[in-house]
């Protein structure tokens, strides 16, 4: 019996088998690119093909723009993608999700699954970064001995903060044994406790010269440094493992120097500025604490009768050492000027002033301070305090005007 | 070799520094007595003196690291030379 298929079924079949097929439905492609075309709808159509034979191939526009290159004619490349069939043409095509130039293929390959296997493990997170020292010591660089990026860094370090020691750790930096001289400098490094922060690097180059800083080993040696790292690998645009691992990461070993030092101008002047603010809030601290020594000097000018309310004598003696144990602790506390001040207070005192044989009259009732003649008529009854006690007087009579020098005041004032 | 932590009266410059800042920090909330502020103002003029002394040194000093063949690690001088970049 002759089993007769329509177009479409014929058709079905073939994509079934080639959309089921289990390495088609995930494939890396190497071959060269032809007949590109970018079409207004921003896909790209091409054919990839090698010595006997060619493929189609389509990349949509969502996948297209993150290509970090312009595939054109000519070009070999890496293909990924899924093989499927296009029944409406019968076209068996290659859809691209990834492309890159096969130049480097396997190797930029394995660079990719390195990267998103350290990064699965959180050696490029951000909070394992650390701080730059802000004023380091010793900076170590890690690098060849020989090459421009020593030369570099000795060149800026030198120029911004001389006072720094560089310690250089030699080591290779391109060819099989760089990954394992780089991981064994940056062992010296972590062995040795003197050292602030570790520039690891090299000049300019290639990309395949640069290729020890995307080893595994150099990675986690790196990730391991017990000081910050900045990696410095000489490439501007491309990162490296290296660069994703280091707590910093400069595009070159002048940038790396830069980032690692002060500018000595700059620390000077934060110095100047730190000592300028030292001195105000010093100054700050004396001039607050003489306000307050003149308040209480004055308050305790003022309130001082009125703390006379038992006897007299031992009243006037509380008093007076209340002024004077308060005078000393400022002075013990203080400095000279202070010292000037309590002095000036002392003479100012009313216990100076009586024991100069002043004494001060007062009304014995309310005990207010009788300043003038007015305030009391004769027949009032007056207290009089003198240094060594008070007196109890009767106003015998009331003269106005001021004594001056050389006149005898023996009515309504003390001494009577 | 000494680390420069040596010098700057048992600090280093970058300690130095804190310390100051956080002196400078104290005096100015005025929380300090004045005995107290004045003996941080003199702990704080000498850290500046010795600060500003640090930052007067006018040599970088270059060293290389190697490790001797009982495994332990000194320092060499260094000299640049001109090689293959």
């Known amino acids: 019996m002759l089993t007769i298929y329509s177009v479409s079924d014929v ?55 993150r290509l970090a290159f312009t595939p054109a004619d000519g070009m070999l490349v890496l293909a990924f993608g899924s093989v499927g069939m296009y029944e409406k043409s019968g076209d068996v095509q290659l859809y691209v999700e990834d492309m890159m130039p096969a130049g480097t293929g396997s190797l930029y390959l394995g660079f990719l699954q390195l990267r998103d296997k350290l990064a699965r ?10 701080q730059l020292p802000r004023f380091p010591a010793v900076v170590a660089a890690v690098t060849s001995p020989t090459g421009a990026a020593i030369r570099d860094i000795i060149t800026v370090i030198s120029r911004r903060t001389p006072g720094t020691t560089v310690l250089v750790v030699p080591a290779q930096v391109q060819g099989d044994e760089a990954p394992e001289s780089i991981v064994k400098a940056l062992d010296m490094v972590n062995r040795t406790a003197l050292v602030d922060v570790v520039i ?4 300019g180059g290639s990309i395949e010269e640069l290729w020890a800083f995307n080893d595994e080993r150099v990675a986690r040696a790196i990730a391991a440094c017990r000081v910050p790292v900045i990696s410095a690998v000489g490439h501007e645009t491309d990162f490296t493992i290296a660069d994703f691992v280091a707590d910093r990461r400069a595009p070159t070993p002048s940038a790396a120097a830069e980032m690692a030092t002060p500018d000595l101008a700059e620390v000077r002047r934060d110095v100047a500025q730190l000592a300028l603010r030292l001195d105000a809030a010093a100054r700050g601290v004396v001039a607050r604490c003489r306000e307050r020594l003149e308040l209480a000097a004055r308050s305790h000018v003022l309130r001082f009768p009125l703390e006379l309310t038992r006897e007299p004598r031992q009243a006037l003696a509380e008093a007076e050492e209340r002024v004077r144990a308060s005078v000393l602790r400022t002075l013990q506390a203080g400095r000279e000027r202070l010292g000037v001040l309590a ?9 100076g002033t009586l024991a100069r044989g002043y004494g001060i009259v007062r009304t014995p009732v309310d005990r207010k301070i009788v300043r003038s003649v007015a305030s009391v008529s004769v027949g009032d009854r007056v207290e009089v305090v003198l240094a060594d006690g008070a007196l109890g007087c009767d106003v015998a009579a009331v003269e106005e005007g001021r004594p001056d020098a050389g006149r005898r005041c023996d009515r309504g ?4 | 070799m000494q680390g420069e932590g040596a010098t700057a009266g048992k600090l280093g410059f970058e300690q130095a520094m804190a310390e100051l800042e956080r002196i400078v920090s104290v005096l100015e909330s005025g929380e300090l007595g004045l005995e107290d502020a004045l003996e941080a103002f003199e702990k704080g003029m000498s850290l500046v003196r010795a ?3 640090k930052l007067s040194q006018a040599e970088t000093r270059i060293a290389k690291l190697v490790e001797m063949k009982d495994g332990s690690l000194a320092t060499e001088p260094f000299r640049v030379e001109e090689g293959p970049g």
Not at chain 1, 22 to 33: H, Q
Not at chain 1, 122 to 130: E, M
Not at chain 1, 200 to 203: A, F
Not at chain 1, 343 to 351: F, M, Q, T, V
Request: net charge positive; glycine share 12%; charged share 25%.
């Open chain 1, 11 to 65: 058709s079905r079949r073939i994509k079934q088998i080639v959309e089921g097929d289990p390495v088609l439905a995930g494939v890396w492609v190497r071959g060269e690119v032809s007949n590109f075309t970018l079409h207004s709808s921003g896909h790209m159509y091409f054919s990839l093909k090698d010595a006997s034979a060619r493929i189609r191939c389509v990349m949509f526009r969502g996948r297209n723009s």
């Open chain 1, 121 to 130: 493990e959180g050696l490029f997170d951000q909070a394992r970064k650390r």
């Open chain 1, 200 to 203: 690891v690097g090299r000049g």
């Open chain 1, 343 to 351: 002095a000036g207070l002392e003479a100012r005192s009313p216990l």
């Open chain 1, 413 to 416: 004032q003390a001494g009577l």
């Open chain 2, 51 to 53: 600060c500003q002394e």
